[in-house]
């Protein structure tokens, strides 16, 4: 089974992630994760690999931003 992940953050040497369907944070050491990753990406962690998923972050952040502008409309 496929984990999806949220990246909550990076610091230290250590990227911070979030499971999406669980909301269980753990520490994983940045040499683990892809380079690009920063605040917010999405990985899946596949095959003994974290991966990526840069369609699943753009539709997060579209989301966000939606519900952020209709807020402000408020």
């Given at each position: 089974?496929?984990?999806?992940?949220?990246?909550?953050?990076?610091?230290?040497?250590?990227?911070?992630?979030?499971?999406?369907?669980?909301?269980?944070?753990?520490?994983?050491?940045?040499?683990?994760?892809p380079k690009d990753v920063h605040d917010g990406s999405i990985v899946i962690f596949e095959d003994g690999k974290y991966i990526l998923d840069l369609e699943e972050e753009k539709v997060r952040r579209k989301n966000i931003l939606s519900r952020f502008e209709r807020l402000k409309k408020r």
């Open positions: 089974m496929n984990m999806r992940y949220s990246v909550d953050r990076v610091e230290s040497g250590i990227a911070v992630l979030e499971d999406i369907d669980s909301g269980v944070k753990k520490e994983v050491d940045i040499k683990l994760i």
